[in-house]
């Protein structure tokens, strides 16, 4: 079942207030000043206990509808009109309030447990919904308890938009979910008067199994992105080192320039030793220069 916030009293319509302060001040004030005159002897018996009775009549007359509610008043059990918001009377005994409805923004979660989606998967869902009574008059006549009817009307637009969309469409698309299932309720609700502003799906909670077998699917998936992102590293690698062969192959001067560059950027950390085969030494004809190198690398240390 689920749960309205924003209007008062447990969230349902109230069919009547508690008294409020103008009818005690009436009642008070009226009450005062006939037991003074009765004290006084200035009205009798019969004349105090009228005119009680007519004070009490006309503090029941006095209503209070708050700036945010209509009251929905009756007269002999047929609809005369709205009253409020503010100060207004009725007349004692003929008319009656019925209720008071709450015309702001109004929230109602629910949710739909095990519910199968289109490719058969068992999923809970919360969500929940804002509504807000735009017309008083069809809330009050054409349904008798709209909270009632708003919560099973969303939890039957609910289920019938899980079994209708796959759960990677549920997973990855909430936002579009949302929309479509405010519409649906919107076309429903809005005979009654009442309009659905937007519908947020709070949590989608699938068997712990198949989030396990889902977590398991995306890690080897990165794997597998991973592994090809290496791939394709080492391609591109093994193209540029094919350009630089190219380019050597043709160009031994900047073969043994590059030798020579590689030979430094070893040799110019202190304390450093670098170990070069002699077959690249031969190809680069860098072995004079290497000694050379060395040699002045020794005298710089005496």
Known sequence: ???TYGSESDHEPRAHKTLNSVQV?????GVGALSLLYYLQIIGLWTLVGALVAIFVLASAIRIADQWEKAVVLRFGRFVGLKGPGLFAIVPII?????????????TDFNAETTLTKDTVPVNVDA????????????????QDYEYA???VAQTGLRDTIGRHELADLLQHRDKI???LQQTLDE????WGITCQSVGIKDIVIPQALEDAMSKQAQAERERQARIILGTAE?????KFAEAAAQYRDDPVALQLRGMNMLFEGLKEKGSMVIVPSSALEAMNLGSIGGLASLGKQEGTK
Do not use: C
């Open 1 to 3: 079942m689920g749960k």
């Open 25 to 29: 001040s009436v009642a008070f004030i």
């Open 95 to 107: 008319d009656r309030v019925d209720k008071y409805v709450d015309q702001r923004v109004r929230i």
């Open 128 to 143: 929940v919904v804002y509504w807000m009574v735009w017309d008083v008059e069809k809330s009050a006549l054409e349904v």
């Open 150 to 152: 708003i919560n099973f």
């Open 178 to 180: 949302g929309e479509e």
């Open 188 to 191: 429903q609700t809005n005979p």
């Open 235 to 239: 391609t591109e690698i093994a193209y």
